[in-house]
């Protein structure tokens, strides 16, 4: 069965700070990645798609690489602003269906 | 295009009541997911449809829990009777294809059953 897990769980960072949010998954037999973003109340907004083709994606300030070999998956935020503060979630793709991971909750401060 | 509309937003209800969560998807999208989010377990898929016909619904908790998908443009998610573990948020998504294409969620509907 899938595990995903993302590390850390919390993270609480200054301003202008590159961050990096960890995912790993136990089986590499994966399609695609999603990241996610969720804020309090909200629903979940997309935020990158990796191919199981490609290896990284880009849009902005935000950077989603992909390792099926090690299992892996990080999304870079660079120069954070208190506006990026929300739980952001990483998703696997099993066939149609999206396996989440458990989230990391961003606080960016002034 | 308005994107995934989920109704209500907010149920309260008593132990034993039916609830009837309604999802309109995105106009031409094919797939149709239904989400349940706990704090304890997370974000788990309950079942999907692809062209209105349901494809997998093993994460259907159990049998008080049941999904239609009558037309393209709308789906209901039913629990009869509903118990207190059922609180949680549920959300709805839509995409236009499979794995290829990025899945478009709903607000959600937060459910507490008292």
């Known amino acids: 069965k899938q595990e995903v897990t993302q590390i850390p769980a919390a993270l609480s960072v200054p301003e202008g700070e590159n961050l990096v949010l960890n995912c790993s998954f136990t089986?590499?037999?994966?399609?695609?990645l999603q990241w996610f973003r969720q804020d309090p109340g909200k629903g979940l907004t997309s935020l990158l798609l990796?191919?199981?083709?490609?290896r990284e994606q880009t849009s902005g300030r935000l950077n989603a690489s992909l390792d099926k070999s090690s299992g892996r998956s990080t999304l870079y935020i660079a120069a954070s602003q208190p506006g990026d503060s929300a739980t952001y979630l990483c998703a696997f793709y099993n066939t149609d269906k999206l396996i989440f991971g458990t989230g990391t909750r961003l606080q960016v401060f002034p | 295009d308005a994107g995934v509309i989920q109704s209500p937003r907010h149920e309260v209800t008593e132990m034993g009541q039916e609830v009837t969560l309604r999802c309109k998807p995105i106009s031409g999208h094919d797939y149709l997911f239904w989400y349940r989010q706990t704090m304890m377990r997370g974000l788990e898929l309950l079942i999907y449809f692809n062209n209105n016909v349901p494809i997998d619904d093993s994460g259907m908790p159990e049998d008080r829990f049941s999904a239609k998908m009558p037309n393209a443009s709308f789906s209901t998610l039913k629990i009869q009777p509903s118990e207190p573990r059922d609180s949680a948020v549920y959300f709805c998504a839509s995409s236009p294809s499979g794995t290829s294409h990025i899945q478009y969620f709903g607000a959600g509907t937060r459910l507490s059953v008292l």
């Open positions: 990796i191919q199981s083709s490609q």
């Open positions: 089986d590499s037999a994966i399609y695609n």
